[in-house]
């Protein structure tokens, strides 16, 4: 037993801990934006079209979290009952696999936030250069989309080790 | 497939003809018209110039006007549509006759008169609703009071008032004046926790001192000069009125309802104003002189004779002059490319045109990000909904040319990932083992158990895909004659690149696979020696080492020429000094990799040239470029980098596969509750596979585009280009249809 949490509690923690950093950093992220994205609405409603992509952007970040979180229970069969076989170690290397998507989707998240408030601000001055606003924040998200892919690569060896 | 080719036009017309030939050229929009007064005031020529004052003022001011009305009316427009319209402006059409003659078909003036009358109406209920409402607040307080207001005030013998003091001194106030004032009545009409209001009435001799008492606890008098009645019938009074004008209000709205109509033809009168406008604001731009003027401007060189034509019809005095763009000049832009890729030029003008020598990106890109948005949408269910609403929208919405291209663009997404959706079984995102056997058999990879080969497979299109701008440069540069560049530049890369691969590939299979098989024993030495040589090319090459002996070779000649012993000299020893240096750092690395022999000399060596080499100038731009060439070597780690990112593309098609099975998964267990359970669970999956779809959309555009811009433009595509802008009718509101 690791820190007296059976396997199930580990695999059971990444997954809750790999869903929670990306929804905390996903929700702060998208509040800076769309607090902004209100504030220039107000003056100028037409351009909606160019700020929502903007505002969802942060929002990825949460959904990698949540697919990790997803993978986890569905390679472990944590809904079906199969995850009580899962044995200390192997438990807590599966909540180690959650870690990289935890971290890294929690700041990127946050900072593409901010990215994307400056960026608004482009939309707001020049709304004709909409397009390129929008891949200064997509910048931010590599290392998030890398977080996942390592992640993902770690529960499949896990799996693949059961 | 390219930038299309310009000419350059001079037209030189005398000035009866103004009016005419800017009508004609505004209708036939085939001249980007710059500014020839400019240049002109820059040369000896300027004392010809004349000024040319366009007089806006009028039209300035019916523009606004016609804007106000619009605002006005739109204030009262009833919304429909919601989500969609505020994404998606329509358009009214017009035909190309009525446009014309809309400003005789409506009388502006009036409609102007009876929306300003309009507004200044309501503006007057809104005001007198909003004192009235004042009033109200300020009469609620004395509610209980069944006095009229009119008998407030002064008798023979007493005086009546009401006022309010702050309610902590309320208590205070009343005890000090039952014990010094005992022939007064003080009545408490109301009281919050901030102030108490109340009715006093004492006798007019003792005034002064009441009034001493009132004031020491914070007093305030209150009167309602205008009123009569009690407060109650007097707000009766107030809400009647409020009611009144109420109606009044809406019977205005009502009359501006039914001005709405108009709107349509409204437009179409900005929009001809505007257009008006423009054609007197472009003549500032034309060369002026007392009797004629010139006009300087690009046309598109196919277009040149239809171009020339129409002139000709106005006028055969008009004198017509074109040359090819001289050396330097930057013509504006026009892409042209083959139908299929058309809606792809959208990608390329996000990013900024290219400029009249370069390439046109566009075909080069389309492929790529075709297939990168298959992989990240990645569903056969989601790209036919995609492709089938894009397709319906261009064909129901009146739309402007680019937001048309915007919905082929996605349309052809949504095919792209239909295409990939077959190959990795995803309809909805259904599970595999669901599937009928015939779809089962198309199916290439399952990208959930098959992660590792599907993360692999979107590493190597990036390679491929980095590969083929680099390669794009190297076409780019040999086009354009910079061959010293295509071979130090693009060549080491080439022969670098599938070097590192292997070797890459080679080591990461000796330490992971237990027993390596045969091959690699046989390989792998070879792709070290490959990874030696490429490195050496790499930095000799990237690094200008040998452009660098070059100059110091003719530096020599130069010397001998010009019997300057010194110089030649000092060449001399750099062009000996390279060769020593060169030789010592291949030799250092060849025993390395043949692992025979030391080492060790070979390094003695090169301390000792760095030693020398730093002593005089020409031997140290030897060092120089050797430094640069090391830093060259750095550089091209950064493909690394480049190279993973591709991964993203994994992580997108994987993110689609798995939020739709899950809203799957949901949609089962809902299903598991009596009667209700179905409903419930066609709406979960109706709404949860268009969240999915929408969410998904947003990254498989912005991430292929992405790759294109960050990973793939960056070896062979720079923007600056301008945009062709023809001086011609522009709309913002309409379409116009011509017959």
Redesign the interface.
């Known amino acids: 037993m690791i820190l007296g949490l059976s396997g199930f509690h580990w695999a059971l923690l990444g997954a809750a801990a790999a869903a929670l950093g990306g929804g905390i950093g996903s929700s702060i992220g998208i509040t800076y934006i769309a607090n902004v994205a209100a504030g220039i609405l107000v003056e100028d409603?037409?351009k909606?079209?160019g700020l929502?992509?903007l505002c969802?952007?942060p929002?990825?970040q949460g959904?990698?979290g949540?697919?990790t979180a997803?993978?986890v229970v569905?390679f472990f069969g944590l809904i079906g009952g199969e995850g009580g076989k899962l044995t200390s170690p192997q438990g807590f290397q599966i909540f180690l696999a959650c870690m990289p998507v935890c971290f890294a989707c929690l700041v990127s998240a946050i900072y593409q936030g901010l990215t994307a408030v400056g960026a608004a601000g482009m939309v707001a001055k020049r709304m004709e250069e909409a397009?390129?606003a929008?891949?200064l924040p997509?910048?931010v998200?590599?290392y998030a989309?890398?977080s996942?892919?390592i992640s993902?690569?770690l529960l499949?060896s896990i799996r693949a080790g059961l | 497939m390219a930038v299309v080719k310009m000419k350059k036009v001079y037209l030189v017309v005398h000035s009866s003809l103004r009016q005419v030939l800017v009508d004609t050229l505004n209708e036939q929009g085939l001249l980007h018209i710059m500014n020839l007064r400019e240049e002109i005031a820059e040369t000896d020529w300027e004392p010809l110039l004349v000024d040319y004052q366009p007089d806006l003022g009028h039209l300035e001011l019916l523009l606004s006007k016609v804007q106000f009305v619009l605002d006005f009316l739109s204030d009262f427009e009833e919304r429909k549509g919601g989500f969609l319209s505020?994404?998606?402006?329509e358009k009214v059409k017009v035909a190309w006759t009525s446009f014309n003659e809309v400003e005789d078909k409506i009388e502006f003036n009036d409609i102007y008169e009876e929306c300003e009358n309009l507004d200044n109406q309501l503006a007057h209920i809104r005001n007198e609703i909003s004192q009235f409402k004042a009033l109200k607040e300020d009469l609620l307080p004395w509610l209980s009071l069944t006095l009229n207001l009119s008998d407030l005030g002064e008798t023979v013998q007493t005086v009546v008032l009401i006022g309010q003091v702050p309610t902590p001194e309320f208590q205070d106030l009343q005890g000090e004046l039952e014990e010094n004032v005992v022939e007064s009545d003080l009545t408490l009409v109301s009281q919050d926790f901030k102030d108490s209001n109340f009715l006093l009435i004492f006798l007019k001799r003792q005034s002064d001192q009441v009034y001493g008492i009132l004031q020491k606890h914070g007093f305030r008098p209150i009167s309602f000069p205008a009123l009569e009645k009690t407060p109650g019938e007097e707000i009766e009074r107030i809400e009647e009125g409020c009611t009144d004008l109420e109606q009044g209000k809406e019977a205005i709205i009502k009359k501006i309802r039914d001005l709405l109509y108009l709107k349509p033809d409204l437009w179409v009168l900005h929009d001809f104003l505007e257009n008006k406008r423009r054609k007197a604001e472009i003549q500032a731009n034309f060369a002026n002189t007392r009797e004629a003027f010139m006009i300087e401007g690009w046309v598109e060189a196919e277009r040149l004779p239809e171009f020339q034509e129409k002139i000709n019809q106005i006028s055969e005095e008009i004198e017509v002059t074109f040359t090819d763009p001289i050396e330097g000049e930057q013509p504006p832009i026009v892409l042209k490319n083959k139908p299929i890729f058309k809606p792809f030029e959208v990608l390329t003008r996000?990013?900024g045109l290219p400029n009249y020598n370069e390439v046109d990106p566009t075909p080069y890109l389309a492929p790529f990000f075709f297939l990168f948005f298959g992989i990240c949408l990645g569903d056969v269910g989601y790209g036919l909904i995609l492709a089938l609403a894009c397709w319906w929208m261009s064909k129901k919405l009146e739309v402007s040319e680019n937001v048309k291209r915007f919905f082929y663009l996605l349309a052809y997404g949504g095919i792209a990932s239909m295409i990939v959706g077959g190959l990795t079984g995803s309809y909805f995102c259904i599970d595999v083992a669901s599937l009928p056997s015939f779809l089962k058999r198309l199916i290439l990879i399952d990208p959930i158990n098959d992660?590792?080969v599907f993360?692999m497979l979107s590493i190597a299109l990036g390679i491929i895909h980095v590969c083929f701008g680099v390669a794009l440069q190297a076409v780019n540069n040999i086009k354009n004659q910079r061959i010293k560049d295509f071979v130090c530049d693009q060549i080491p890369t080439f022969l670098f690149l599938p070097a590192v691969l292997l070797w890459l590939a080679c080591w990461l299979g000796e330490k992971i696979s237990k027993t390596p098989p045969p091959t690699l024993g046989y390989l792998y030495p070879k792709a070290t020696w490959g990874l030696g040589f490429g490195i050496l090319l790499v930095i000799f090459l990237q690094g200008r080492y040998f452009g660098n002996c070059c100059s110091l070779w003719r530096e020599v000649c130069q010397g001998i020429k010009g019997e300057k012993l010194g110089k030649a000299l000092r060449g001399f020893w750099g062009v000996v000094f390279s060769i020593f240096f060169l030789v010592s750092i291949c030799g250092w690395v060849l025993t390395l990799l043949s692992g025979h022999g030391s080492s060790n000399i070979f390094l003695k060596l090169i301390g000792f040239a760095i030693l020398v080499g730093l002593l005089s100038k020409s031997s140290r731009s030897v060092l120089v470029r050797f430094a640069s060439g090391l830093y060259s070597l750095y550089g091209i780690s950064g493909f690394i980098g480049d190279f993973?990112?591709y991964?993203?593309l994994?992580?997108?098609g994987?993110?689609t596969i798995?939020?739709g099975?899950?809203i799957n998964m949901l949609g089962r267990m809902l299903l598991g509750i009596p009667f209700l359970g179905i409903i419930l669970m066609v709406v979960i999956l109706i709404v949860g596979h268009i969240f999915n779809l929408v969410?998904n959309l947003?990254?498989a555009f912005?991430?292929p585009?992405?790759l294109q811009?960050?990973e793939f433009f960056k070896y062979f595509y720079s923007d600056g280009g301008r945009k062709f802008e023809p001086f011609r009718l522009q709309t913002r509101h309409l379409i116009l249809k011509y017959d």
């Open positions: 409603p037409e909606f079209g929502l992509p969802a952007i929002g990825t959904i990698y949540f697919i997803v993978l569905f397009g390129k929008l891949i997509a910048l998200e590599t989309a890398l996942l892919i993902i690569l499949l | 505020g994404l998606i402006k996000l990013y992660a590792q993360l993973l990112s991964a993203r994994m992580a997108l994987l993110a798995l939020i099975w899950v969410i947003l990254g912005v991430h585009l992405r811009y960050v």
